[in-house]
Every structure is written in structure tokens, then in C-alpha cells.
């Protein structure tokens, strides 16, 4: 067992720093299990009172040839002792399990920071399927950085040798190998490991106990080693936030468990039609796994019976819910018209993934915006609300419930695939705090007259809810135009006038019924309005922060309600000198605030799969306020 | 549940809404609806409790002129939409009323899948093998050859059998009837309705004004009795004005054929006997075309399984009771959680 160490910095870094904040990347194959490995790494630093934000990076083929540049998997997480709302611009430390990892990760290391390889998986071979004409450990690929070279591979061997695995298998503990080494290195515990390896291997005691032992030999390799090595451990103390009961949530997890209980405080049961598409599958998973809480669930033939299952569900008293992301999404257009003209509550979650068609289906983007205001035919209007983090979907599917049902009308729900996958540390609400909106079902009248089930209250110009089996009430919907009064069908043409103007009506009245905007972060008025909505939080915010500091007037606005904005938004907006939207597309929001409001605006627009970094926010800021 | 049991007595009027009917005058739409708002008192369930969904298409305006609820959907969606609604209320009965091209063509996916789940709906398909609302293209039903504003030289295309589809597809009872046929038609609809999972009724429906007499080879009332085989379950499959001809298994080329009993030593025993719950004799049977054969009517297969929403909400409560009712704060700390003081 031998670890060449190739440390080219000129001063050798101390073996034991305090840090603020750390980011880590973990790179190798799809199969080399780095998804799981953040994710254990992600629990124990949860555990260990850091905030935190991750970000999985995967590539779309479930198994890639082994060894390619396109089969790199990676797991990224930000933690720290303050505020942690991005997944990291730029790892400090970048773990490495074989050449193609470090080929399409090294780019991102900052300057100085650490790379640990796995020179085991360094082989002609391996050299040669990554693209290498050289050999990036004997080059000067690695000068700019501080390069641990270990035979994670051979060392693995070592220590699971005993337990008489293959070598296939026993080479599929180097991921926990590499795991151990890290939770040494940020004095991270291995006991939630431990017991997840042994209830995972809970069939195969011979797997948990070689992957437990390559754990160990990989946290006491960092133990033993660090004064031959270059290695250094961190410190990072456990982030100060609101106390309260904390665990880590993804964003499906929260948006699932948001929609359960936006139906528990509306009073109704969940019917949730949907077609399996990544990165939107997760919600589905997640509440069939829900049985207990009554919720239904339907895996369709397709996107459209998923919509169109969740409309009959809604017809019938339940609330509806379909997911899915863009192009599922498209597919469905046709049948949210039929449930904005038949007036149905529903719900549609769509985690946004790059497009367009197929487009980059596990990387993220925000260019459903337009879709979501605009795209469908007629005149369509119906409420977008927008997550702006994993824990925020939760809250966000509560509003967009509460909208739904007391304005019978469908509810686009945006989500991405960023905020869908990556997990943060979240407060875990009581749901006493939340008031409770029960839907009330249509009757017909106690004394006998006729029941009117096209009756609508004239505040909210919701149509009245009736479910089949209620007597008295029977009517037929549909989506041809109907008239006002009667709900029959009609094609007179100032009826359809009305319809129109009263489905455009009761959307933008909704404006009245959500909360004004507020300034996220800073004055309400300045130099710089930072107008973001979305995934984009973090990386606005931390920027919005940086750039105060350097003592910029600059404020952060972020936008849950998309449609219709908040009544305040045009008069908040107007106190900022300028105003810079950073968005993960062309400039949809931008095109949209033009469209309602007087502005004007500076679009900041990336569509790489790769959220904002807060450096590129930051000089756009500095930019604009001339301080570049 | 839904079986009435107050003093009132529905009357097919109380099955019928204010809507003035506008179907084509001649159309064979009227005579089913008419059927319907007759059987419906016969059933007995409560209008409140009785959903019509259907998709676009002149068939599909059928629940407009019904007084229970309805849902006129979009083009082919019916079948998904009323998946959703039983899912969410086993107790309504819903009938579905689609055609040939909304069931077929566009819908084809949905019924196809709403068949292999037995999702506990009653399906009739009103087969004209014609788009009428859209002025008379040939359908997926049409036979090759048939000439439309869409096909002038005659269409290319091979037709779809809705009765071997729906039995491909996994359907577990499958009818069919024509529309002028009041006399088999309640039976059919009880049937339909007594059978819990996915009931597919074909009827064969006359549109007078783009595609009239396109089953005149066995609508017809003078030959009727020649070109028409009533299926009952136990009985022989005997047709023919003189009840003497009849449909006997070929073991030779493993179909079947006409035989004419009394002659070449046929005698009545060899006739084949219905059996509703066969598969294989289904098949058959969904086969048989004029001229050389008569076309199967009535309750073609009939073999009844748990349906889909039953099953579901079966599923449901197991779930529940072995795990308990769900808490959504308990669920939510249940993971690995820290506390911040």
C-alpha cells in the first residue's frame, strides 16, 4: 500500500483548517455509486448541524459505457456554519474515482483546492476511454491545485479482502472508501453509514460488513496518513439558524408532502394521475408509497390520461394533481383547457428540465414560463406559482391548493429539476401554524327549488363545486362554451364575450387574495432590484449579499406568484434605479414583467443544465452599477 | 348502493334533459338514446348517482341530452377521464360513450388500457365507420376502399375490428348490437351495467348522411335472420329464418364454419354451444364477417374479474390498516432529524 502524494503547491497547507464553509464534488462513474455516496455525506453533515445545499449531476443514460466522459455521475454539496443556499460555484475539494471524472470535473475546482484520485482507475485503458492523449498525473494538468494521489482501488481490495468478494464487488466499496476519507477529513461521523449500509445489505451481511470495513479503513487511512499525505482535515462549525426540529428534505419529498397537506387543510383526498418522466418521477414514487393517508394514486398510459384522470377526480370532489415536467407538460395543454372551461380545481406540478423536445432531461432549466402563462389555445388564463428551494415546495404546494379550490380553476406549479433532486436542511413545520381552507360541496336547496350547479359567487367568480351523487344538482359540463346564467351550451356571441372576460377576470382578481411582494433581501428601493423567481434563489441571494457588502444599494426580489403577480409588484419595482433578472432561460420573465408593467430591465440569461454560479450574479451586479 | 329503493318510480322521461336532441334527422344516435332513457328506470339507479362521459364526436353530445351528471371531454380522452372518476367515487355508474374515431383513433391508447385494468366503467362504442362531425372522412373502422372527402380515390388502409381490439386489449366482456335492435338492446345495456369492470358494447350505429347503409349486409330487416347470430350463453349458435343453420368448429382449419342441420349428416348436436366465458370461441366469433357469415351479436364474452378501482381502493385499505392512518407530522420527522436549540 503505497499513496504517492503529488502536492506542487509551493507552501505545504497546515493539517487541520477552520473553515466557514466547504464545497465538496464527488466524480466517477455512473456505477461507481457517487449519488449515494453525496448522499450519505449529505446526512451526516446534516446530522452534524451544518446548513447545507446540494446538487446531484447525473447523466442521462442510466448506465453509460463505464469509463466515458458522458457516464460521469457527481454529487456536489455547499455546508457551512452560515447561511448555505447554493450548491457551491466552485468545489474546494473534488474526489475523483477515474480519469473521465477528472476530465470533465477539474475545470471546476477552484484554484488551490484539493483533488483526490483514485490512481487505481489511472490505467491505459481508462486514459484512453476518458480522451487523454497524456497522462494528467504526469502533465502539468494538476499544477494549479493540491493533487492527493492515492490507490483508492488497490487499498480497497485490502480491506474488504477477507470478506471473499469478487473483485467486481469488492471493488464497488471504493465508494465508501472515498467516504470514509471525507467524513474524516470534515470530522463527520460514520454511524448513520454504518446503519444504512446495514439495513441496505440487510439480505447480504457479507456485502454491509466489506462495504463497513472499507468505510473505516478509508477514515483510517485519513487518521493515519495525513502527515505522509498532504491530507488536512477541516473544522466546520454547526450553522446558526432558527431552532426547531431540522431535517433534510429534496424538493419532492417537501412538494409531496406539501401537497398532502394542502389537501389536509382543504378537507379533501388526493387523486394524483401521472406518467413517469424524469426529473419529475420522484412525486409519483413518493406518494404511492402515501397509501395510508388515503392518497390515490394512478400511473396513466400516458401525459394526457394523467391529466385527463386527474380532471374526472376533480369532477368528482377530489382534488386532482398531475406531474411532470416539459414535454409531458406540453402534452397535456389540450386538457388544462378543458378544466379551466369546465372550471375544476387542479393542480400541475411541472419540474422544468432543459429543452427544448427532450432536450437535457436531468439537467436543469427554467424555460417553461411562457408554456406555463401562455401556452395553451384560446384565451386560457390560469395562476403559475413558482418553488424557490427544496423545503419551499412545500409551503408553495399549500398555496397553490388553497388557490385552486377556492377559485375552481387549474394551477400550474413550477419546480425544477435542481430544486426536484437536491436536498437542504428544513424546518419541519407544524401544521397548526397553517390555517385551514375546507372546501365546501355544492347541495341543492333544503327547501326544494331548483339547485343551481352553475351558480358562482360573484367575490372570487368561483363557479359553485358539485360532485356526481349529489341529488338535485344534476348538470353536464364540458368543454364547449356554456352559458353564464344556465351552463348550457351556448355560441352566442356575447356570451362567449362574458365567459372570456370573466375567466380573464377571476385569474387576475386572485392578485387581490396573495400576499404583496416583498424585498427578499434588502431596501425597498435603490440602485438595483435583483428580480429573480425559482431555483435561482441561492445564487441571486448570496450574490445580492456579496454585493451589499462591497456596499452596493442592490435588493434581492424574488417572485413565488407568477401569475397573477402581486398588485404591489409594478410600484416596488419602479423605486429601483435597475433592474437584473438573472434567469435559466432566454428572458421569460423578463418578456412577462414587460408584458404587464412599464420597465425596464436587464436580462441575465443562462441555459447551460448548470444553475448560476454567485460569482456570475455578483459581476453582472457590479456590471450594471459600473463597479466591474 | 345506488339501487332505489324510495317510492317514486322513474320513468324514462326523468332520464332525459331540456336539451333539444340535434342529432341528423334519421340518425341512429336517437334510437340508443331513446333505448337508454327506457332501460335506465329498469336498472333502477338513482339519476344523481349515474355519470355520462364522452369524448367529441356526434356520439359523444349523448350525455348532453341525459339528465344524470355529464362530462363531454376532449377528442379520445373519455376513457382516461372517467379512470380518474371512478377511481375517486366507485359508487357512481359511468357509462362512456365514444365512436369510432374518438375510441379508436385518437382515444385508441386510452381504451386500450382502460380495457386491460377492467376499470369498472360501461363502454358503448357507436361504430359508423365514418367521421361525421367533421363531414364524412373514413374512420379506422372504415373498410379499404371506402371513398371520403379525405380518401377521393378510395382509402388505402387496412380497418381496425373494434370487438377483436377491445378482446385484444384484454377486455373481459365484450357485446355488440345494432342500433335499430331495440328488442336485444336493454338486455345488453343490463348486462353491461351488472357486469363490474370494463362492459365494451359495440353498436353498430347508421350515420344516414355520410356513410348510410354501410351494414345494410346484416341490418337489413328481410335478411336479418340470415345474416344474424344472437350469442346467448348455453345456447347453440343457430340462425336462419328456419333456425337451421349454424356455427360448428372446423378441427381442421381450427376455425369455424356454416353448416345447415339435416344436411351432409349435420345434426343439431353438432352446432357449437355459446360459452360467454371462452376466450378462444370469442376471438371467433368478433371474426365472423358477411357474406360467408352471419355477425355475432350479443354478449360475446362475458368472463368477469376484480375491477381496477376496486382494486385500488382495496389496496388502499390493507395498506392502511396494517400500517395504521397516516400522520403527516409523524411522517415528517420521522427521518433523520436534529434539533436546533
Known amino acids: ?628 | 348502493m345506488n339501487e332505489q329503493s324510495d317510492i317514486k318510480k322513474l320513468t324514462p322521461k326523468d332520464f332525459a334533459s331540456d336539451q333539444e336532441v340535434r342529432w341528423c334527422p334519421g340518425c341512429g344516435d336517437y334510437a340508443i338514446l331513446k333505448c337508454m332513457q327506457r332501460t335506465l328506470p329498469e336498472i333502477g339507479t338513482d339519476p344523481a348517482n349515474i355519470v355520462f362521459v364522452s369524448g367529441i364526436g356526434c356520439s359523444s353530445r349523448f350525455p348532453y341530452y341525459m339528465s344524470t351528471y355529464g362530462f363531454h371531454t376532449i377528442h379520445g380522452r373519455a376513457p382516461a377521464i372517467a379512470t380518474g372518476l371512478k377511481l375517486a367515487n366507485p359508487d357512481l355508474d359511468v357509462w362512456v360513450v365514444t365512436g369510432d374515431g374518438d375510441g379508436l383513433s385518437i382515444g385508441g391508447n386510452h381504451m386500450l388500457h382502460v380495457l386491460r385494468r377492467n376499470v369498472d366503467l360501461n363502454i358503448l362504442l357507436f361504430n359508423n365507420e365514418i367521421y361525421g362531425l367533421t363531414k364524412g372522412q373514413y374512420s379506422p373502422t372504415s373498410k379499404p376502399g371506402t371513398v371520403s372527402p379525405s380518401t377521393p380515390y378510395g382509402s388505402v388502409e387496412g380497418s381496425v375490428s373494434a370487438c377483436a381490439f377491445a378482446l385484444g386489449s384484454g377486455g373481459r366482456f365484450i357485446a355488440r348490437i345494432i342500433d335499430t335492435d331495440q328488442k336485444h338492446m336493454p338486455d345488453i345495456f343490463k348486462r353491461a351495467h351488472a357486469n363490474k369492470g370494463a362492459s365494451f358494447v359495440e353498436i353498430f350505429q347508421n350515420c344516414p348522411i355520410y356513410n348510410d347503409k354501410v351494414f345494410a349486409d346484416f341490418t337489413e330487416k328481410a335478411t336479418a335472420a340470415e345474416t344474424r347470430l344472437y350469442c346467448q350463453h348455453g345456447e347453440r349458435l343457430i340462425f336462419g329464418k328456419e333456425s337451421d343453420k349454424g356455427i360448428r368448429l372446423n378441427i381442421d382449419t381450427l376455425g369455424l364454419e356454416v353448416v345447415s342441420i339435416g344436411e351432409n349428416g349435420v345434426k343439431e348436436d353438432d352446432i357449437l354451444i355459446h360459452d360467454e366465458t371462452n376466450r378462444m370461441l370469442a376471438h371467433m366469433l368478433v371474426a365472423l364477417e358477411p357474406p360467408d357469415f352471419p355477425v355475432a351479436l350479443g354478449v360475446i364474452y362475458a368472463d368477469p374479474a376484480p375491477s381496477f378501482d376496486y382494486s385500488v381502493h382495496k389496496q388502499i385499505e390493507m395498506v392502511t390498516a396494517e400500517r395504521g392512518k397516516g400522520d403527516l407530522g409523524a411522517l415528517m420527522r420521522g427521518g433523520r432529524t436534529w434539533t436546533v436549540n
Open chain 1, 1 to 628: 500500500m503505497s499513496a504517492t502524494v503529488a502536492t506542487k503547491l509551493t507552501s505545504e497547507p497546515p493539517n487541520f483548517e477552520e473553515l466557514e464553509s466547504a464545497v465538496v464534488r464527488f466524480a466517477g462513474d455512473s456505477g461507481d455509486g457517487m449519488q449515494m455516496t453525496g448522499a450519505q455525506f449529505t446526512t451526516s453533515t446534516a446530522l452534524a448541524g451544518a446548513d447545507l445545499a446540494t446538487f446531484p449531476d447525473f447523466p442521462a443514460e442510466i448506465r453509460a459505457p463505464a469509463g466515458t466522459t458522458f457516464g460521469v455521475s457527481a454529487f456536489q454539496i455547499n455546508f457551512g456554519s452560515g447561511t448555505v443556499l447554493t450548491a457551491g460555484d466552485e468545489p474546494d475539494v473534488l474526489v475523483t474515482m477515474n480519469p473521465a471524472a477528472l476530465k470533465m470535473n477539474i475545470g471546476e475546482l477552484r484554484e488551490g483546492g484539493m483533488v483526490v484520485i483514485d490512481t487505481g482507475a489511472f490505467t491505459p485503458r481508462n486514459l484512453q476511454k476518458a480522451g487523454f492523449e497524456t497522462n494528467p498525473l504526469e502533465d502539468d494538468t494538476l499544477a494549479r491545485f493540491q493533487a492527493i494521489e492515492l490507490d483508492i482501488s488497490a487499498m480497497t481490495l485490502e480491506a474488504v479482502k477477507s470478506f471473499g468478494l469478487s473483485n467486481k464487488d469488492a471493488l464497488r466499496c471504493k465508494n465508501m472508501w472515498t467516504l470514509g476519507l471525507m467524513l474524516w477529513m470534515f470530522g463527520r461521523k460514520r454511524q448513520t453509514v454504518i446503519e444504512w449500509l446495514t439495513t441496505k445489505f440487510e439480505k447480504h451481511p457479507e456485502l454491509a460488513a466489506a462495504n463497513i470495513a472499507a468505510l473505516n479503513a478509508g477514515h483510517a487511512f485519513g487518521e493515519t496518513a495525513e502527515m505522509s499525505t498532504g491530507l488536512k482535515s477541516y473544522h466546520i462549525a454547526p450553522a446558526k439558524t432558527e431552532p426547531g426540529l431540522y431535517s433534510t428534505v429534496t424538493g419532492s419529498q417537501a412538494m409531496s408532502w406539501g401537497l398532502v397537506a394542502g389537501a389536509q387543510l382543504a378537507d379533501l383526498t388526493i387523486m394524483l394521475g401521472s406518467y413517469p418522466i424524469t426529473p419529475a418521477s420522484p412525486i409519483l414514487h413518493q406518494l404511492s408509497a402515501m397509501k395510508e393517508f388515503g392518497v390515490i394514486t394512478f400511473q396513466a398510459e400516458d401525459e394526457i390520461a394523467a391529466i385527463c384522470s386527474a380532471i374526472g377526480a376533480s369532477f368528482a370532489g377530489l382534488l386532482g394533481i398531475t406531474s411532470s415536467s416539459g414535454p409531458g407538460i406540453a402534452l397535456k395543454t389540450e386538457a388544462m383547457g378543458l378544466a379551466i372551461s369546465t372550471e375544476l380545481p387542479l393542480i400541475i406540478v411541472n419540474s422544468q428540465r432543459g429543452g427544448p423536445s427532450t432536450g437535457l432531461p436531468t439537467k436543469t432549466e427554467q424555460s417553461d414560463l411562457y408554456q406555463a402563462i401562455y401556452g395553451r389555445n384560446g384565451d386560457a388564463p390560469l395562476p403559475v406559482l413558482s418553488a424557490a428551494s427544496p423545503g419551499d415546495c412545500f409551503e408553495t404546494a399549500i398555496e397553490a391548493i388553497r388557490i385552486a379550490t377556492k377559485y375552481m380553476t387549474p394551477v400550474m406549479l413550477l419546480t425544477d429539476g435542481y430544486i426536484a433532486n437536491a436536498a437542504e436542511p428544513w424546518k419541519i413545520p407544524d401544521m397548526a401554524d397553517f390555517k385551514p381552507f375546507p372546501v365546501q360541496h355544492a347541495v341543492a336547496p333544503e327547501d326544494g327549488s331548483e339547485g343551481k350547479p352553475f351558480e358562482r359567487n360573484m367575490d372570487t367568480l368561483a363557479r359553485v363545486w358539485v360532485k356526481p351523487g349529489t341529488p338535485g344538482l344534476e348538470h353536464r359540463i364540458g368543454g364547449l362554451e356554456r352559458d353564464f346564467e344556465t351552463g348550457h351550451i351556448s355560441y352566442d356571441p356575447e356570451n362567449h364575450q362574458k365567459m372570456t372576460d370573466l375567466r380573464h377576470s377571476k385569474i387576475a382578481g386572485i392578485a387581490r387574495d396573495i400576499p404583496a411582494q416583498e424585498v427578499t433581501l434588502g431596501e425597498d428601493s435603490g440602485d438595483v432590484a435583483v428580480v429573480g423567481w425559482g431555483s435561482t434563489y441561492g445564487p441571486i441571494d448570496l450574490a445580492v449579499r456579496r454585493a451589499r457588502a462591497d456596499g452596493i444599494r442592490v435588493s434581492h426580489i424574488h417572485i413565488r406568484h407568477l401569475n397573477p403577480f402581486p398588485t404591489n409588484l409594478e410600484s416596488l419595482l419602479a423605486g429601483f434605479d435597475q433592474i437584473l433578472i438573472p434567469e435559466m432561460n432566454m428572458g421569460q420573465l423578463y418578456t412577462v414583467l414587460k408584458d404587464r408593467f412599464q420597465l425596464k430591465a436587464t436580462a441575465m440569461n443562462k441555459v447551460s443544465g448548470q444553475p448560476f454560479k454567485i460569482s456570475e450574479i455578483h459581476q453582472a451586479i457590479n456590471e450594471l452599477v459600473g463597479k466591474a
